[in-house]
């Protein structure tokens, strides 16, 4: 029985999306406490951006290690070991007795989170043929879009009726469920289902190109940079904000509660999942990734001087339309890996799309421990001027990012056409 034409694939396609959604939502989930956070343990506003930081740095440390070593044992094993790892590092959390305990907690979420994606896509491109896989893509993004919208208001809800350690214990369980059942779906059904292609994969092995040879083209390419920026801007702005300061900035300069303040989270949501496939259209029958995108990242750089000339005391309506305007921008940076597919060869463009998305998740590991750096340095009776002048922050990075759109070298329409046949 072929993988790839068996009803079995939508089993596997239905798992590994659901450990994914989990944990998506697990990403910007602590931001929700926060404020909570700093008052249980007696922490600093630079204790959290720490703790946030060193989540994400995790995550941007380990993709080409987790991508080096999928490529060689399979992928199936790395999703499990990720799913079981963000399921442990969250149930640590909800009983984590100080802060040092904490931030290990993150480390180990983090640690599991650099798993999940690049194995997701192996796996589905095992179980798929080419025309499929790339329409549950577009699937796979939306559901990411819905995992972190339900770590707002829905989250939010249930920490204000249960305190927070239970809904992260409660979720750290499931995980570590979910993580059996990829074990059953993914290793123990298939080897009854498809011995023979088993024994095809064992016999079939070739040896890839040198990874030294291709990161030493990686990183002396203008074009690799210039997507590494991209992200580095549009998307490590968005995350890094809105998982660490984005609740605790509507409840200390609106005085929202933590549900309500968690709707400024979820207005950058909606803006994200309706930017991702608008701008993608609107690009397509331009014909041109850079103009639309260098219009993108032109308005985000805006956006968040809006942010910071709005004054202590801003306007609430100005703000949700700001956030969602970032939020729309932040769904737009698909057109970061469309920009790659056209640059590179194939055997290239997996190496390129993991140094491009360590830009944006490095921005998300700085800026929120910078941001709470710049808070520090305000008294708890004056943080809402602290968060006016911390939004120069998240200006200087986004125009690294408005910089590395404009090092685009867009190709010609026939370099375009050679590429995508490569």
């Known amino acids: 029985m072929n993988k790839q034409e068996s009803s079995y694939r939508w089993v596997v396609f239905g798992t590994a999306l659901l450990a994914y959604y989990l944990i998506v939502s697990q990403r910007t989930a602590p931001g929700l406490i926060t404020e909570q956070l700093m008052k249980d343990f007696h ?8 703790m946030t930081s060193i989540q994400f740095l995790a995550y941007a440390g380990l993709q080409i290690p987790v991508g080096l070593l999928s490529d060689r044992y399979g992928p199936n094993r790395f999703l499990i070991i990720g799913s079981l790892l963000t399921g442990i590092g969250s149930l640590i959390y909800s009983t984590s007795p100080n802060e040092y305990i904490l931030i290990f907690s993150r480390l180990l979420v983090g640690t599991g989170d650099s798993m999940i994606f690049v194995n997701l896509v192996l796996i589905l491109s095992q179980w798929f043929k080419g025309n499929e896989f790339v329409k ?6 939306l ?3 819905v995992g972190s919208l339900s770590a707002t208001v829905p989250l939010s809800m249930w920490i204000s009726f249960s305190g927070w350690r239970v809904p992260f214990l409660s979720i750290g369980l499931v995980l570590m469920a979910v993580s059996y059942l990829l074990y059953v779906v993914l290793v123990v059904k298939p080897k009854r289902l498809f011995v023979d292609d088993a024994k095809a994969n064992k016999s079939s092995v ?3 190109e ?11 390419t203008r074009q690799a940079w210039a997507t590494f920026l991209c992200h580095f801007g549009v998307v490590g702005t968005y995350i890094g904000f809105i998982g660490s300061w984005g609740v605790p900035y509507g409840m200390n300069v609106f005085h929202l509660s933590r549900a309500d303040a968690s709707q400024l989270i979820m207005y950058g949501l909606f803006g994200a999942m309706i930017g991702g496939p608008l701008i993608s259209w609107i690009s397509s029958r331009l014909n041109s990734i850079k103009k639309i995108y260098s219009l993108i990242h032109l308005i985000v750089v805006l ?12 306007s609430f309506m100005l703000v949700v339309i700001l956030l969602f305007i970032i939020g729309f921008g932040n769904g737009a940076s698909a057109l970061t890996f469309a920009v790659v597919r056209q640059s590179f060869s194939l055997k290239e463009v997996g190496v390129v799309s993991g140094f491009a998305n360590m830009g944006g998740f490095l921005s998300a590991v700085l800026l929120p421990s910078i941001f709470g750096n710049v808070l520090d340095l305000f008294p708890e009776r004056s943080l809402h001027v602290g968060y006016h002048y911390a939004f120069m922050i998240p ?3 986004s125009m690294m990012g408005l910089l590395g759109v404009l090092l685009i070298k867009e190709k010609e329409k026939k370099e375009q056409k050679v590429l995508n046949a490569s």
């Open 395 to 397: 200006i200087l990075f």
């Open 43 to 50: 922490v600093s506003a630079s204790v959290i951006g720490l």
């Open 136 to 141: 549950l893509l577009g699937l796979i993004g």
């Open 143 to 145: 559901v990411g879009s």
């Open 206 to 208: 070739k040896t890839p």
């Open 210 to 220: 040198s990874v030294w040879a291709i990161l030493r083209r990686v990183m002396t």
């Open 303 to 314: 956006s968040w001087t809006g942010l910071l000339l709005s004054g202590i005391k801003p």
